[in-house]
């Protein structure tokens, strides 16, 4: 043993400089070490910042980022996070493997790193520029000459870019901005950038300038289909959704369309460790997606077949928890968090009762303020109707009584009746939709109804929310003695055995899931909860889809509760300190309103898709409203017309030029509207919206920064390519074939290329570069200042410049800072000074 144990102490003794060969230790290695010294060189620092990433992952997460000799060498995740107790997972650590290698883009070959202009403008410019010694003059004669400008439209999206500097490009978007708003007004400048959250100053750059110059700021969230509008058509708000931390609390959790651990990596894991906690975890997906292999269940339903599953899930609850058994927590839940207490009139149509109106309280008595726009509950405790406070006129009347207490305008508690079906004066037949058939044919259920008296006198046939649903759904009750639905009844719509010839979804495990789903609402008080994203919310009438869903929690009693409710997840929406970015980013310390405008209707009208629409359903609107078969841009020309809808640019004539008249004839403010309403009125003003085919409503100057407008953001990417740009484009249809609107004015031939100037800011050279006529070379999130927030935790998280912007880079807030300053100086000369362009703030440097 000793021999042994001296041998291996000899071994060790050498280990440092020693070599292993053939199981032997010799006394020095043959191989050099130098190779320690570069690897360790690698990871060293002079040091390290604090910083984030502008991605709309909602991840927003803090990195360490390590900079040596002025170059970022690589990012690691912060661990510093305030703790959220002893009993809860941690929100950190933060990360995924996509923003620890975000530096790759700081010296990636895609890097744009100086300004570049088209080569054909830019001829065109020094040309006109030397000519005339006036760069707005210049723009002038090149825009006002078609065959000049021609030629630098039709080159767009081919290439020919050379490099510029930044003040002679921005002596040309100063002047083209000048020249715009003299010739045709303010809001024909219009910017796009989307989801301020993910990097607040960057986004306030653009909008700042916007908004101290009078132009249009479009919205972003509606246009590419992120924003849910099941949302704010329910509660009026935009997806105010729970923090993924509150995912730990859910005791239930179906996973609907959004592929947690891929687009939410940093919050997947309160999901996963939610199972440790007893959680069951319900996937829906038609393809076997990430997220399904933390599932307990899976549901593949079909694509864009999620509205059919839900309504069978629906229909399985109102039949177990509202018929067979009533819950008293879901009951007290939907009479005051819910519309179904409330009363709807029947009225007969083509010889079929249908639902109608709501009932209000100025149909029962004109002692109500704003009596059109309170609704009416029958009260079970006095056996008659009543009405509720916390309706939308409740929010106006200056009563202070805009909340969801069950009492009425006097403060005396009520009672909301759900169902006449034991009280009721008659059981009718009532026609409800059925769009799912071809020839969109209605389906007829029995109905508890009751008669009331309206302020007159006369007869009222009503009934409620609640009953209308039960029947819409096939709900058996036992109103019609001659029918009774069964779960396996596959002809009755909304049946599980119904869904799954649509869904494929067996139906078996649609009754377990929903069975499920509301038991666990039931016996924790509603933490069950649906997360929802983009795979329900990228369809063609997706509201209807997400409503769908949203009966499911509603009816469970589940929204407003921790680990409770619906979570949707497309975006990083949430700016947390809304009131002083909206102070910074719309200029609201030196103006007025803003000039926003929503991007969906903005550009179905710049990039003409209105003429490309499809009129086969002309002839089956028997259950649409007095709108249903009208245009959809006839329908924005009217809500624009009154008042329903903002709309920009607004007139056909420039606006400056409107009040500058009101101003000549000494109109105040109060007689300058009135006189517009009346010109209006009278056709001596114009609608733009009406107009879209005038040359003086076109977008003239664009600026699109933090966006890749024509990639990702631009459904249509088409007819942007023809009709906005005037680049050569692959549409594949014509307009003559197509549904056309009867009330705005058109010509026969569509415009092309609407646009005189666009211009993209960006660190990388996208498909809106290549169609742009100037790209200006952006600052990384490494370079530059600024803030990020989220709703999926809440932290506001900091940009701090790691690096100096390399090359001729500048941060967003920077470059319109320095076209700003040439718009000023250039301005002096050319623009009148009025309340509707502030000329003074856009020379300083703060």
């Known amino acids: 043993m000793d021999k042994k144990h001296n041998k291996l ?42 910083s984030t990433h502008g991605v709309n992952c909602t991840g927003s997460c803090s990195w360490k980022i390590y900079v040596k000799d002025g170059i970022v060498t690589q990012e690691t995740q912060q661990i510093d996070y305030p703790s959220t107790g002893d009993d809860f997972p941690q929100y950190e650590p933060r990360g995924c493997p996509r923003g620890a290698s975000y530096s790759w883009y700081t ?117 590419y289909a992120d924003l849910p509008p ?13 923090e993924s931390a509150d995912w730990y609390n859910s005791k239930y959790f179906i996973i609907w369309g959004t592929n947690l651990p891929q687009t939410r990596t940093p919050d997947a894991h309160f999901m996963v460790e939610s199972r440790y906690a007893g959680t069951k975890v319900v996937g829906v997906s038609p393809d076997y997606a990430e997220y399904e292999k933390f599932a307990d269940m899976w549901l593949p339903a079909k694509e864009g077949t999620d509205g059919a599953l839900a309504m069978a899930m629906t229909h399985v609850i109102l ?106 004066d008659n059981i009718d037949s009532v026609d409800f939709p059925h769009f799912a058939t071809k020839d969109n044919s209605s389906i007829t259920h029995k109905v508890p109804t009751k008669v009331i008296k309206d302020k007159n006198g006369n007869d009222i046939l009503v009934t409620t929310v609640y009953d209308l649903m039960m029947a819409h759904t096939s709900v058996d009750r036992g109103l019609d003695e001659n029918t009774h639905v069964t779960y396996d009844d596959s002809t009755v719509p909304y049946t599980p055995a119904w869904q799954e010839g649509i869904t494929g979804v067996k139906k078996e495990h649609v009754i377990q899931v929903a069975r499920e789903f509301a038991q666990t609402a039931e016996l924790t008080k509603g933490k069950a909860m649906i997360a929802m ?26 929204e407003g509760v921790n680990g409770g409710g619906w979570a949707h997840y497309v975006g990083q929406e949430k700016v947390r300190p809304s009131e002083g970015f909206a102070q910074v980013a719309f200029a609201n310390d030196w103006k007025g309103t803003p000039r926003h405008m929503n991007g969906t209707s903005y550009f179905y009208f710049a990039t003409d898709q209105f003429r490309y629409e499809s009129d086969e359903d002309q002839d089956n609107f028997d259950w649409g409203g007095k709108f249903s078969n009208m245009h959809p841009a006839d329908f924005n020309a009217l809500s624009v017309r009154l008042g329903w809808l903002p709309g920009y640019p607004q007139l056909t004539e ?27 009125a009278e056709g001596e003003l114009n609608w733009a919206i009406e107009n879209p085919d005038d040359e003086r409503t076109f977008p003239k100057v664009f600026f699109n920064w933090r966006s890749n407008l024509l990639g990702d953001s631009g459904k249509g990417h088409e007819y942007f390519v023809k009709h906005m740009i005037g680049g050569d484009d692959s549409i594949l249809t014509d307009t003559k074939n197509s549904w056309q609107p009867k009330n705005i004015n058109l010509n026969d031939t569509p415009a092309e290329g609407k646009v005189d100037l666009l211009i993209s800011m960006d660190f990388r050279m996208t498909s809106s570069g290549l169609f742009s006529d100037i790209v200006l070379p952006a600052a990384t999130w490494y370079e530059k200042n600024d803030l990020s927030s989220t709703d999926m935790h809440p932290f506001v998280h900091p940009f701090n410049q790691a ?17 700003a300053r040439t718009f000023s100086e250039l301005a002096k000369d050319y623009l009148p000074k009025s309340e509707d362009l502030v000329m003074q703030p856009l020379g300083h440097d703060t």
């Open 9 to 50: 102490l000899h071994k060790l003794k050498h280990l440092k400089r020693g070599n292993l060969i053939n199981n032997n230790w010799t006394e020095e290695s043959p191989r050099p070490r130098d190779w320690e010294s570069i690897y360790r060189n690698r990871w060293q620092h002079d040091k390290v910042v604090r």
């Open 107 to 223: 010296y990636s070959p895609t890097r744009v790193k100086y300004p570049y202009i088209r080569k054909d403008l830019y001829e065109l410019w020094e040309n006109e520029l030397e000519e005339v010694q006036n760069p707005v003059q210049a723009w002038e004669n090149i825009v006002s000459d078609k065959k000049k400008k021609q030629k630098y439209i039709k080159a767009r999206g081919k290439g020919g870019f050379i490099r510029g500097n930044w003040k002679s490009i921005c002596q040309m978007i100063a002047a083209s901005s000048i020249y715009t708003i003299k010739k045709y007004g303010p809001d024909r400048i219009a910017g796009f950038s989307p989801i301020p959250a993910m990097s607040m100053i960057s986004y306030a750059g653009g909008t700042r300038f916007l908004s101290l110059i009078g132009g249009t700021i479009i919205s972003f969230y509606d246009w």
């Open 230 to 242: 099941a949302s704010p058509q329910v509660w009026g708000d935009q997806t105010d959704v729970p």
């Open 319 to 424: 039949k177990e928890f509202y018929v067979d058994r009533e819950v008293p927590y879901f009951t007290q839940y939907v009479k005051q968090y819910t519309d179904l207490p409330f009363l709807v009139q029947l009225k007969d149509k083509n010889g079929s009762l249908r639902a109608d109106n709501f009932l209000r309280a100025a149909d029962l008595s004109n002692e109500y303020s704003l009596g059109d726009w309170k609704t009416v509950v029958w009260d079970e405790n006095i056996q008659k109707p009543v009405v509720p406070i916390g309706s939308a006129g409740h929010h106006w009347d200056g009563k202070q009584n805009w909340n969801l207490e069950l009492e009425d305008e006097s403060g005396n508690a009520i009672n909301p009746m759900l169902s006449f079906i034991d009280i009721s």
């Open 533 to 558: 994203g983009g795979g329900t919310n990228h369809w063609y009438h997706s509201d209807q889809i997400y409503r769908a869903i949203l009966n499911i929690i509603m009816l469970c009693g589940t």
């Open 654 to 680: 420039n606006s400056l030029d409107v009040i500058s008249d009101a101003r000549k004839r000494n109109l105040d403010d109060a007689e300058a509207i009135n006189d517009i309403a009346k010109q209006l």
């Open 803 to 819: 690096i100096t912007p390399p090359w001729e880079t500048k941060s967003d807030w920077d470059a319109f800072r320095e076209i």
